[in-house]
């Protein structure tokens, strides 16, 4: 099959979080498994161009309608560690893509907007014609209403969306104005509740439901949680459009790229280990506490990887960093905040714990000191407000980090309770889950491990190793992409 994903991120090239890992992971496997992968990126100023083989001009003549009229774009090809990836560059005075950032600008949904009527522009000019088009997150939302409503009037009928929802709650949108710009006139047609209208803001289209009602099936990123969408509050008010929608609608685990994710093969780690040779990670605990300025000594290290977001359980991360203190355990942390408020409090934290032997805070992103910390630390807490899949304790689970998580979204699917889990046998558990959001619940989850690490240090690592032995690669969530590709392809 041929296969194009339409994405904001694609790892490493461009990483802001865990999308790019996606996008870069699924299009590998698939290519493993024998079909034909594209991946259309915007061609942003900061993106990592040092992971990019053979940046060519692929097409220099791209005219994207936009309002009243339309932008020149060229269109850049090259590879990703062997994907083929391009890259569309639109030459406009509002430099859609030269904004020293991916994201996090008033008129993101614009940029995105025009982003997705130029890969359709892209693929119509071009001849490219792919079976299916994977489109990921609120970034390309409108992407499968164009493609229906315009393009397949222009050669394209024969193209089916998948869409992936990463995230409800950045859903992307705005007044109708939008409408305008990407062609699509007829507001009381497209402003109907059953197509675009968002279902609380009035005169506002939603793009993360234009891409729910347009698409031929649309999932999420694990299994729980699609039910929590579906279900619970965790659709953000997309709750009943999913409910609507719910034949095509359903949870697809994420996997982990086990060629970019792995002790054994990982060139940024001190020593390579698997399970195995398990005892050899104490050298890259070692390097971990060289590299930090951490203290050496017998003590466990309890680390935090992720964004600094609300999402995150931010409130707790911090709350885990002090009571590791008062467990005598070290503490690492690396996050980039999204808001003043909270990078403001990490920054009082790092301050305050300038000196300290036990605690290291980065502050910031930092892709090879995240695998350091991986290798290098103990147990890793994950104690999201809510989390669609997590990548964060997969990763950890490979590099013998035990996890200690909250049971919400995708952390529900992969991480099962070393003393309570009952639909697992005690060999296939591998970490540690709590559910409240207080800090008695989470002090409660860091307790155990800790106990198991201080008083029975087999026993806790026999739980290290069984979590290494866990599979969450790629494979199987790609045979399931497959099988919905297959479905709805013409
Ligand atoms: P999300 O997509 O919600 O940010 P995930 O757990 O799905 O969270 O994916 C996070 C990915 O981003 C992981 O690969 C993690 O290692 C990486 N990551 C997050 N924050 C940082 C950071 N500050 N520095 C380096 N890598 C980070």
């Known amino acids: 099959m ?64 936009w309002g009243g ?34 994201y996090g600008d008033n008129d993101d949904n614009l940029r995105f907007a025009f982003f997705s009527r130029a890969v359709l522009e892209y693929m119509c000019v071009t001849s490219k014609r792919p079976e299916i088009v994977h489109c990921h997150d609120w970034q390309t939302g409108l992407l499968p209403v164009m493609l229906f409503e315009q393009y397949k009037y222009r050669g394209m009928d024969s193209q089916r969306v998948c869409y992936t929802i990463h995230n409800f709650k950045h859903q ?9 710009a990407v062609q699509l006139d007829n507001d009381s047609y497209y402003m109907s509740p059953d197509r675009l209208k968002d279902n609380t803001l009035p005169n506002h289209i939603n793009f993360m439901k234009s891409g729910i009602v347009y698409s ?38 994420n996997g982990l790229d ?43 290290i309890i680390a935090y990887v992720g964004r600094l977001d609300d999402q995150k359980g931010v409130g707790l991360v911090h709350h ?54 991986y290798a290098g630390a103990d147990m890793m807490v994950v104690p999201s407000n809510y989390e669609p899949c997590g990548l964060t304790q997969m990763i950890a689970l490979k590099y013998g980090t035990v996890p200690i998580v909250r049971g919400v979204g995708g952390l529900v699917n992969t991480v099962f309770d070393y003393d309570y889990d009952e639909t697992h046998l005690p060999e296939e558990r591998n970490g540690f889950v709590f559910y409240q959001t207080d800090v008695t619940a989470l002090e409660s989850a860091m307790h155990r491990p800790l106990e198991l690490w201080y008083t029975d240090r087999k026993a806790f690592n026999q739980l290290a190793i069984q979590g290494m032995r866990c599979d969450y690669s790629w494979r199987q969530p790609v045979e ?7 479905k709805i392809k013409v």
């Open 216 to 253: 031929n099936a649309v999932n999420t990123v694990s299994p729980h949680h699609a039910w929590e969408a579906r279900f619970g509050n965790e659709g953000y008010s997309l709750g009943h459009t999913l409910y609507v929608h719910e034949d095509k609608f359903k949870g697809i685990l």
């Open 69 to 102: 009229g339309s932008i020149h774009c060229t269109v850049f090809g090259g590879k990703v560690h062997g994907l083929n990836c391009f890259f569309i560059e639109p030459h406009s005075n509002e430099s859609f893509f030269n904004r020293g950032k991916y």
């Open 480 to 486: 399931q992409y497959v099988e919905v590709y297959e």
């Open 320 to 373: 885990a960093l002090e009571y590791a203190l008062r467990r005598s355990a070290q503490f690492v942390l690396l996050g980039s905040a999204t808001s003043d408020a909270i990078k403001n409090l990490f920054w009082q934290t790092k301050n305050r714990l300038n000196d300290h032997p036990d605690v290291h805070l980065e502050l910031g992103f930092n892709e090879e000191l995240s695998h350091l910390i």
């Open 258 to 300: 086990y060629k970019v994710w792995n002790p054994e093969l990982d060139e940024y780690i001190s020593m390579p280990f698997g399970p195995e040779d398990f005892e050899l990670k104490a050298y890259n605990k070692k390097g971990l506490r060289e590299r930090l300025w951490l203290e050496e000594k017998d003590r466990p």
């Open 172 to 180: 992307g949108g705005g007044s109708v104005d939008i409408l305008r």
């Open 2 to 65: 041929y296969i194009v994903q339409v994405a904001s991120e694609c790892a490493p090239v461009i990483k802001a979080g865990g999308l790019g890992d996606v996008v870069f992971g699924l299009s590998r496997e698939l290519e493993n498994q024998g079909h034909t992968v594209d991946v259309i990126l915007p061609k942003y100023d900061c993106m990592r161009y040092d992971h990019i083989w053979g940046l060519h001009e692929d097409y220099n003549d791209l005219w994207v309608p």
